[in-house]
């Protein structure tokens, strides 16, 4: 049965995930203009051939954008399904919900503030972001919570979501409005969603990914108190979960990922929508299934997307944003996910 949890589903389930995700990677090492790529890469690679500059190609820029793609979509993916785990609604997710436009305000902030080291972009932009998101959230409970329905409400959260990311939209706008040319056109760049990180140290990677494994792994250790709350508030208080705690925690564990990550990729939209929902098709509503899944599955599509991105319109001579591509398959699905949910919410279905 799809929903009893035992070792060969985990072991079936992460190993496709983890096999989906290393081909994806290998698919992103061998996406580039220059002719290095594919068996050839590996076999060269691993006999010592490569030359210093196919070496630098291959370390300075395809492997650290193919990790980055990776922590990046796991990040997103997520936390789209904690999410909507602990709102009980199938539609949430960090971008619908206003969360990343948030975190790419609180970003869009910082980076307004000048010419600053590599530094200091690196601490203190995560930091604004992660400040950003966690101003969404307030806003979005603020609301859901004196409205009609309460906090679960479908409606209610689309509604507010569309009012967080219209008024972060709004201040992005007008921040673009009052800087220079030249820095109006990197945020422009940066809101479209990126993930080229070129000329970014190693360092400044490692502990991208670092905080966000570590957000990551926190939030698998909640796995079972989701599955109880997946009953019901009350019956997950009868059956001893702390809600309000778990809750509190998890939306700050989940926003931690996300706007680490938006601080150096922008808005990357869906992916925290998309992927949970097929995830969940597949494995099942376990989390200490779906969760690790989910993550594996989202750094696989969001590094298939930005191959896509950069080879399929690379041949037009351009490159296009991943968060446009993602944007462009995800709102299709979005809206279907939402025609469901009000088709059963009328008991149509």
């Known amino acids: 049965m799809r929903g009893v949890l035992t070792p060969h589903r985990i072991a079936w389930s992460a190993s496709a995930a983890l096999l989906l995700w290393v081909c994806s990677a ?54 789209g ?134 957000s990551l792994v926190a939030l698998w250790a909640f796995a079972r108190d989701l599955n109880v709350m997946s009953l019901g508030e009350e019956e997950a208080a009868y059956l001893g979960v702390e809600v309000a705690r778990v809750r509190g925690v998890c939306l700050v564990l989940a926003s931690l990922a996300v706007a680490v990550g938006v601080a150096f990729s922008g808005i990357i939209g869906f992916v925290g929508l998309v992927v949970p929902h097929a995830m969940r098709l597949v494995v099942g509503p376990d989390h200490r299934v779906l969760l690790p899944t989910s993550a594996l599955a989202g750094a696989a599509f969001l590094t298939l997307a930005d191959v896509s991105a950069r080879s399929l319109f690379g041949l037009l001579g351009t490159t296009l944003p991943v968060g446009v591509l993602t944007s462009m398959i995800g709102a299709p699905l979005f809206l279907y996910f939402l025609w469901r949910a009000l088709r059963r919410d009328a008991g149509w279905a």
């Open 81 to 214: 399904a904690v999410f909507q785990a602990v709102l009980r609604n199938p539609l949430a997710d960090p971008y619908i919900l206003g969360v990343s436009g948030g975190a790419a305000l609180g970003g869009t902030i910082f980076l307004t503030l000048g010419s600053l080291s590599i530094g200091a972009l690196a601490i203190g932009t995560p930091v604004a972001a992660f400040g950003g998101a966690l101003a969404a959230l307030a806003v979005i409970f603020g609301v859901a919570r004196w409205a009609p329905g309460g906090r679960g409400a479908t409606y209610v959260l689309l509604l507010t979501g569309v009012i967080v990311n219209a008024l972060a939209a709004s201040l992005i706008m007008f921040l673009q409005s009052v800087v220079s040319a030249q820095k109006a056109q990197e945020i422009l760049f940066y809101l479209m969603g990126s993930l080229s990180v070129e000329g970014t140290p190693w360092s400044t990677m490692v502990g991208v990914s670092a905080v966000i494994l570590a």
């Open 26 to 79: 290998a698919l992103g090492l061998s996406a580039g203009s220059s002719s290095l790529g594919g068996f050839d890469l590996v076999a060269r690679l691993l006999s010592g051939e490569l030359s210093a500059t196919e070496e630098a190609i291959l370390w300075s820029a395809r492997l650290p954008r193919v990790l980055f793609a990776g922590v990046v979509g796991a990040a997103l993916a997520a936390g």
